[in-house]
């Protein structure tokens, strides 16, 4: 029987098959010939269906077979019950042919109108725009439950597992409302009289759905139902049984999701307060807990506070009818905590909505006459959090308040920043009219430099709030305030910098200027100098990788060259970056009286011991004031040999020494100034003769900016690395390029055939290899004399200083 009905299905596939290859626009004789080709494709059958929309996917050309099979799609889907028999005829097969079937007929009836769109163009057919389509499709959904319920009720078997699984996707890929709307609304109506439905309904939702659907489908019904008493009908106790149901009401839609609307709370929590009381006061446990952290309060927004205090008076309304007695101790010592915390912070607004929650609290759970009472400023968000607690907030209350948090600026703040506060109507009266007193004006901080965020906006005070903002196009105002703090946030957090610097070094590196923000380029660079300056190792690795991977611009391999010679030439020296005034706290004009006497004494007692003491011998050299640690020696192997190992590999796709001169010559510069910001330090000796090695294979390039960069280099090794190191290891390197400097000097006087670009610039090139050739002969002078034999910069003569100088201008 089985192999009579395979061999059925196969002739049924080859014959759809071979009726779309033969079809065009002479295949019908007559109206009988289409009735019959219509009617097969028609067929309320899995595989014609899915041969009918494939077959019109592979039609890119517009045609009479094109437009044959899209109007029998759109039969299929809007005029016939050819789809609602099909959906039906699933909910009676078996398990193993659902598990075949299923997800290829999922997959096709959710794409369909990609589909389409994707063959038809700018020419789409507006029955298969997506709301209409989904529309159309979640009411042929609902006609199918009706079946279901009949059979249920005669006593037959029906499976739900394709229709849920179809519903779950369609509400997650953005048709929430149309599946609450046009599906659920009707479902929860009649589970109110009828069990049978309210089985189909938890079924749908939690027993027969998938794990990945469960929260779309729970969240919309949540948020859009208004009955609390009805959700029970459709998850029934399964947020006892089932893990993510516990963890969605209990945790994920309270303390990790953000909701403007009341309704998602006052349902969740009337739901566990009338089925599941242990799981009501964790749920609110949570929530307190949250609500009363010190350490949490700092990272969170105003509008997400906001929404744990209006959780917690949602959640003390449904307490005034339980017994909480066995927690009563537990939420006191809570709240205790949470008043004392909302009384010492700073900002308004947090303080305001933190007493109230506080103050309705102390009345539940001290319900003798130990009534307190803050001085609370009443504003809209006062006013419906308390409407919240005595059940008074009407639906216009709710948008309102939906529409100031939405307003709101969510970005993470800390403690101690003030947030704007959300205007009333009082604050907006009279703010033209001349005002005769002063005390109105707000002072304005003259102390506090505008160079660095001139916004409005916030500042980001974390590194991860200033990463996030920079990844938001969108938000240009925020955009441009991350961009212009990024370089003092970075600096400001140089000791917990190093675990992200990569990943930021990365977002800056191929940030676009898409929001026209001024001085980008600047903004730019001195954030990403700033990055290399505080976590060297990591940065430099990563800059000296991307400076020879694909794809990258010119612009951006110079930008790699520049950042790493900033950085280093910051790191070799001795001055510090300026710090904001914003950022210094001022010492009290006592403590800085005390620290002047302090000094006065101590000076005196010292000037009394050393007109005391005899001297038995001289006097040691006092220490160069000018000397300090170089803190660029210990990465400078980072910032160097990465540079140089992988110009003449066979995998880079930059032809450095081909056209990209430029490029070339920029990298030679900065090999030689890194070099020289790590003078006479152990490492410079290894450094110079792998450099002197890397210059000769440039002594001869066709391009005179190369050359003049080749000669530039060889000074730098020669101003960097011991002269007796030079003298004892790379003295056959030195005798070359002193043969080679001397040759291209006299090359170049005896060129006549230059034109006068050319003869200009080799005149230029001329100049600076004579330069090279009198500061080899001071340090071979310098060698010969004895005196090299000490490695200090300090002992190098003044002319060599002077010919430095020559070539750094």
Same mark, same amino acid.
């Given at each position: 029987m089985s192999?009579?009905?395979?061999t059925s299905v196969e002739e049924k596939i080859r014959r759809s098959r071979q009726m779309i290859d033969s079809l065009n626009a002479n295949s019908f004789a007559d109206k009988s010939c289409e009735d019959v080709f219509d009617d097969h494709f028609l067929e309320p059958d899995f595989n014609v269906f899915v041969i009918l929309v494939n077959s019109f996917g592979d039609l890119k050309e517009n045609s009479y077979k094109r437009n044959k099979l899209l109007s $029998?799609?759109?039969?299929?889907?809007?005029?016939?019950?050819?789809?609602?028999?099909?959906?039906? /005829?699933?909910?009676?097969?078996?398990?193993?042919e659902l598990r075949i079937i299923g997800p290829k007929l999922e997959t096709i009836l959710v794409t369909i109108p990609e589909i389409v769109s994707n063959n038809l163009k700018t020419n789409n057919s507006h029955r298969f725009e997506r709301n209409l389509y989904f529309k159309r499709l979640v009411q042929t959904m609902c006609l199918c439950f009706e079946?279901?319920?009949? #059979?249920?009720?005669?006593?037959?078997? #029906?499976?739900?597992?394709?229709?849920?699984?179809?519903?779950?996707?369609?509400?997650?890929?953005?048709?929430?409302?149309?599946?609450?709307?046009?599906?659920?609304? /009707?479902?929860?109506? %009649?589970?109110?009289?009828?069990?049978?439905?309210? @089985?189909?309904?938890?079924?749908?939702?939690?027993?027969?759905?998938?794990?990945?659907?469960?929260?779309? *489908?729970? +969240?919309?019904?949540?948020c859009l139902q208004t009955n609390y008493e009805s959700i029970v009908w459709i998850i029934g106790s399964s947020v006892e049984t089932n893990n993510k149901m516990k963890f969605l009401l209990t945790n994920k839609f309270l303390l990790i999701n953000e909701f403007q609307s009341d309704l998602i709370l006052i349902n969740i929590f009337g739901y566990l307060s009338r089925n599941?009381?242990?799981?009501?006061?964790?749920?609110?446990?949570?929530?307190?807990? #949250?609500?009363?952290?010190?350490?949490?309060? %700092?990272?969170?927004?105003? #509008?997400? !506070?906001?929404?744990?205090?209006?959780?917690?008076?949602?959640?003390?309304?449904?307490?005034?009818?339980?017994?909480?007695?066995?927690?009563?101790?537990?939420? @006191? @010592?809570?709240?205790?905590?949470?008043?004392?915390?909302?009384? %010492?912070n700073s900002q308004m607004d947090f303080r305001n909505i933190g007493l109230t929650v506080g103050q309705t $609290?102390?009345?539940?759970?001290?319900?003798?006459?130990?009534?307190?009472?803050?001085?609370?400023?009443?504003?809209?968000?006062?006013?419906?959090?308390?409407?919240?607690?005595?059940?008074?907030?009407?639906? +216009?209350?709710?948008?309102?308040?939906?529409?100031k948090i939405s307003s709101l600026n969510t970005n993470d703040t800390n403690g101690e920043e003030v947030l704007p506060n959300v205007s009333n109507g009082k604050e907006d009266k009279n703010l033209d009219s001349d005002d005769d007193e002063d005390s109105d004006l707000i002072p304005y901080d003259m102390s506090v430099s505008g160079d660095t965020c001139t916004s409005d906006a916030k500042r980001p005070v974390y590194l991860r709030d200033c990463m996030e903002g920079l990844q938001d196009y969108e938000k240009v105002e925020w955009f441009t305030t991350c961009l212009r703090c990024a370089e003092q946030v970075i600096r400001s957090h140089s000791d917990s910098v190093e675990e992200i610097s990569?990943?930021?070094?990365? $977002? $800056?590196?191929?940030?676009?200027d898409n929001c026209a923000v001024e001085d980008f380029i600047g903004l730019r660079l001195r954030a990403m100098i700033s990055l290399c300056v505080c976590s060297p190792k990591s940065v430099a690795d990563y800059l000296c990788q991307q400076f020879y991977a694909p794809n990258y611009t010119i612009r951006q391999r110079l930008d790699v060259l520049e950042v790493l010679l900033a950085s280093s030439t910051e790191l070799s020296s001795n001055v510090k970056q300026n710090v904001n005034k914003s950022d210094v706290k001022e010492i009290p004009l006592t403590n800085y009286e005390e620290k002047i006497a302090d000094n006065h004494w101590t000076?005196?007692? %010292?000037?009394?011991?050393?007109? /005391?003491? @005899?001297?038995?011998? !001289?006097?040691?050299?006092? *220490?160069?004031?000018?000397?300090?640690?170089?803190?660029?020696v210990p990465f400078a192997a980072h910032f160097f040999f990465p540079l140089m190992k992988n110009i003449f590999g066979n995998e880079i796709k930059v032809y450095f020494l081909e056209d990209d001169d430029y490029v070339l010559g920029r990298l030679l510069y900065t090999l030689g100034l890194i070099l020289k910001n790590a003078s006479f330090a152990p490492i410079s000796s290894k450094m110079g003769k792998e450099f002197l090695e890397f210059i000769m294979a440039f002594r001869y390039h066709s391009s005179v900016f190369v050359r003049e960069a080749a000669i530039f280099a060889f000074c730098m090794v020669l101003m960097s690395v011991p002269p007796i190191y030079l003298h004892n290891e790379m003295s056959l390197q030195m005798v070359e390029l002193q043969l080679w400097l001397k040759v291209f000097i006299y090359n170049c006087l005896q060129s006549t055939y230059l034109d006068i670009t050319e003869r200009e610039a080799n005149?230029?090139?001329?100049?600076?290899?004579?330069?090279?050739?009198?500061?080899?002969?001071?340090?071979?002078?310098? *060698?010969? =004399?004895?005196?090299?034999?000490?490695?200090?910069?300090?002992?190098?003569?003044? =002319?060599?200083?002077?010919?430095?100088?020559?070539l750094l201008n």
């Open positions: 192999e009579t009905f395979e $029998l799609i759109t039969r299929y889907v809007y005029c016939e019950h050819t789809l609602k028999t099909l959906l039906t /005829k699933t909910c009676h097969m078996s398990d193993n079946d279901v319920f009949e #059979s249920i009720a005669n006593s037959e078997d #029906s499976s739900l597992q394709l229709l849920s699984s179809l519903l779950g996707r369609i509400a997650l890929i953005g048709f929430t409302d149309i599946v609450f709307n046009e599906l659920m609304a /009707k479902v929860i109506a %009649k589970c109110e009289k009828d069990f049978i439905w309210r @089985r189909i309904a938890y079924r749908v939702v939690v027993c027969q759905q998938k794990s990945e659907y469960i929260e779309v *489908l729970v +969240k919309s019904i949540l599941c009381l242990q799981l009501f006061f964790t749920a609110f446990d949570n929530v307190l807990n #949250s609500w009363s952290n010190s350490s949490a309060i %700092k990272y969170r927004s105003y #509008s997400q !506070h906001l929404y744990l205090s209006r959780a917690l008076m949602i959640g003390s309304r449904f307490m005034k009818d339980i017994d909480f007695s066995e927690v009563t101790d537990k939420f @006191r @010592r809570l709240t205790m905590n949470g008043i004392e915390l909302h009384l %010492k $609290l102390m009345s539940l759970f001290y319900r003798e006459n130990n009534k307190i009472d803050f001085d609370i400023e009443e504003n809209d968000e006062i006013k419906h959090l308390n409407d919240l607690f005595l059940n008074n907030c009407n639906e +216009k209350d709710v948008d309102i308040i939906g529409h990569v990943g930021f070094m990365q $977002l $800056l590196f191929r940030l676009d000076q005196i007692v %010292k000037n009394r011991i050393e007109s /005391k003491t @005899r001297v038995l011998t !001289h006097k040691t050299k006092p *220490l160069d004031e000018k000397a300090f640690v170089n803190r660029f005149s230029q090139c001329v100049q600076k290899a004579w330069t090279a050739l009198q500061l080899l002969k001071e340090v071979i002078r310098y *060698l010969s =004399d004895g005196t090299g034999i000490q490695c200090g910069r300090e002992e190098l003569p003044t =002319d060599t200083l002077r010919v430095t100088a020559d």
